[in-house]
């Protein structure tokens, strides 16, 4: 752990990464929160039927060696504009409503952003192209997420990433998201009384989010239906309730910069979601 540095918003005294427990804002997790250091451990936790216990549990993960080790020299060496503050540095729980109606499926933390605020795609230009379309079609009481806190809050909304930990060049193995798969599959299970549409960010979002619905007994049409922006796609329970896919552009510089994707499209797909499954839509 590094020298102790001040909240942005608290002024509150941490170490990066930040301890269990330490009173981090919305941090799920205490000291004696148990934690998973191999797969088969993260498979044996994964199991609560406790959302809160899940966040908790994901938060102190450290089954995937090489992603802990870069997670934690990240919040340790900092990008030089964020060197005066601490870094989170530890896997991003979902976060949003605990019954939602809409879920988002992301890929993985960003480095410099979730991994430094603690909060899913808080604190970088993803995040801030996301947040404030969320905020156009009325699912963000804001239009900004900066850090926990902000005083957002996501409105029967809510979001994951399929992988849990900022990876190298944002690329995991295919070993570390069949290891974090637990997670999001679990989390799935406890939410699928209440979401009625799914939009995933990018072709890997929407990969990861028909892969965990098929782990939890859910069936997916065939031929497998294929990404695309506004591509729509129905997935069936084992009781027949189905819910709503939706594609979506990510929001990475890589798309947003080059006009991939716009504001008026993103704004589309959210809107659609947000117009899905309720008595209107
Ligand atoms: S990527 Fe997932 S399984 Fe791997 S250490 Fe992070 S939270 Fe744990």
């Not at 590094?2 to 930040?18: A, I, K, R």
């Not at 799920?28 to 039927?49: H, I, S, Y």
């Not at 504001?263 to 589309?268: A, G, N, T, Y």
């Amino acid at each position: 752990m590094s020298d102790l540095l001040p909240h942005p918003g608290t002024g509150e005294l941490f170490g990066s990464p930040v301890p269990p427990g330490a009173g981090w804002p919305g941090d799920p997790a205490a000291a004696d929160t148990p934690v998973a250091a191999t797969p088969a451990v993260v498979r044996r936790l994964a199991r609560t039927r406790d959302l809160r216990e899940l966040d908790a549990r994901v938060s102190v993960c450290r089954a995937c060696p090489r992603l802990v080790a870069w997670r934690e020299d990240v919040a340790r060496d900092k990008r030089a504009s964020y060197a005066g503050e601490p870094y989170w540095g530890r896997p991003i729980p979902g976060w949003g409503s605990p019954s939602p109606r809409v879920l988002i499926v992301g890929l993985a933390p960003a480095a410099n952003g979730a991994n430094r605020t603690g909060r899913i795609f808080t604190g970088d230009r993803s995040g801030d192209w996301l947040f404030a379309s969320l905020h156009r079609v009325g699912l963000a009481t804001r239009p900004i997420s900066v850090d926990a806190t902000d005083g957002q809050e996501l409105i029967d909304t809510r979001m994951v990433a399929t992988v849990r930990c900022a990876p190298p060049q944002n690329k995991p193995t295919t070993v570390e998201r069949d290891t974090c798969a637990p997670w999001i599959e679990a989390e799935l299970a406890l939410l699928v009384d209440s979401v009625r549409v799914v939009v995933a960010l990018g072709s890997i979002g929407w990969d990861a989010t028909l892969r965990s619905f098929r782990a939890i007994g859910w069936e997916v049409e065939r031929p497998k239906p294929r990404f695309g922006h506004g591509a729509e796609a129905t997935l069936t329970g084992p009781d027949g309730a189905t819910v709503v896919l939706l594609g979506c552009y990510h929001p990475s510089q890589q798309n947003t910069f080059t006009g991939r994707l716009t504001e008026p499209m993103l704004d589309d797909v959210l809107r659609r979601a947000a117009g899905t499954g309720t008595l209107s839509g």
